[in-house]
């Protein structure tokens, strides 16, 4: 069964790539593939990085979508801002999944400023930043999507599946899990893989490494490589111990650090994968030789 696997697709192939909520990531890994990616990012910090890595903002903001006509881009790329989807976050967006997946039925997102009113209504413009990529592929028909956000946001994915069907997409969404491609954390996200070909069968990249068991951390999938742990990608102790940590209650096993007790499920050993890095990353520790 063909899969649309981003890095196959793009590698030495010309493609251009159009990344909406850019950041320099992707762009750079666009670059490192030989394709050419354009990006749209508000962010001034963002937008000087993206300059030092050599990467082509073309403006600055989603909802400005007519300056996307007359760019030549055969591939859409968008993570929106997922600050209302995540459960790390308030959850305003999950609260309003209804009205999304209702908006989506009612094909509102045809409309931009429509679009973005109705997001202005709910009280938090990020919402309909969600659905914003459904407008640049009803407008502009590119030949393959990516879209990627946090798990809760994979209803809307599914729901864009049924849009894009009628354009003659073929599509799929679902979870992956960053450790099985390779990446040093355990991070679950909710992508859409698309190409304009009804007879293309659209599947998820096969994963190369094992997904990592939190319950059981020796567990391994068979046939693929081992999860890559903190130890080997950044040169951690395996002993040490990872992550936010917080006074140990009588919930769970304990550990002692610095003869204080802390919540040992808050941590993780050198050995294993990190926990997903999330804002709160900026209170994470490190431990040597704790574990």
């Given at each position: 069964m063909p899969d649309i696997n981003p890095a196959t697709l793009l590698a030495g192939s010309g493609h251009v790539v159009l990344d909406l909520f850019a950041g320099s990531g992707v762009g750079a890994a666009v670059k490192q593939l030989g394709a050419d990616e354009k990006g749209v990012e508000q962010m001034p910090e963002?937008?000087?990085?993206?300059?030092?890595?050599?990467?082509?903002?073309?403006?600055?903001?989603?909802?400005?979508?007519?300056?996307?006509?007359?760019?030549?881009?055969?591939?859409?790329?968008?993570?929106?801002?997922?600050?209302?989807?995540?459960?790390?976050?308030?959850?305003?967006?999950?609260k309003a999944l209804d009205d999304v997946l209702k908006t989506i039925e009612t094909g509102k997102y045809e409309d931009i400023v429509q679009l973005r009113a109705w997001a202005t209504m709910l009280g938090d413009e990020r919402i309909g930043l969600v659905l914003s990529p459904l407008h640049y592929i009803w407008r502009f028909r590119p030949e393959y999507v990516v879209l990627e956000q946090v798990p809760a946001v994979l209803p809307v994915w599914n729901?864009?599946?049924?849009?894009?069907?009628?354009?003659?997409?073929?599509?799929?969404?679902?979870?992956?899990?960053?450790?099985?491609?390779?990446?040093?954390?355990?991070?679950?996200?909710?992508?859409?893989?698309?190409?304009?070909?009804?007879?293309?069968?659209?599947?998820?990249?096969?994963?190369?490494?094992?997904?990592?068991?939190?319950?059981?951390?020796?567990?391994?999938?068979?046939?693929?490589?081992?999860?890559?742990?903190?130890?080997?990608?950044?040169?951690?102790?395996?002993?040490?111990?990872?992550?936010?940590?917080?006074?140990?209650?009588w919930r769970g096993e304990v550990v002692s650090i610095g003869g204080q007790p802390f919540r040992r499920r808050d941590l993780r050993s050198g050995a294993s994968p990190a926990q997903a890095v999330t804002e709160k990353v900026r209170s994470w520790s490190r431990f040597e030789d704790a574990a």
């Open positions: 963002a937008q000087e990085t993206r300059r030092l890595n050599g990467l082509e903002t073309v403006y600055s903001d989603v909802w400005d979508v007519e300056k996307a006509e007359g760019l030549e881009f055969d591939t859409l790329w968008a993570s929106p801002p997922c600050q209302t989807f995540s459960v790390a976050g308030k959850g305003a967006g999950r729901a864009y599946v049924r849009e894009m069907e009628a354009w003659g997409y073929s599509s799929w969404a679902g979870h992956l899990h960053s450790e099985q491609y390779g990446a040093p954390q355990t991070r679950k996200r909710a992508f859409l893989l698309a190409k304009r070909d009804p007879d293309w069968v659209a599947s998820p990249p096969p994963a190369n490494h094992s997904k990592y068991y939190t319950r059981d951390p020796q567990r391994m999938d068979p046939g693929v490589k081992p999860w890559v742990s903190m130890a080997e990608a950044l040169d951690f102790g395996e002993t040490d111990l990872v992550g936010f940590p917080r006074k140990g209650d």
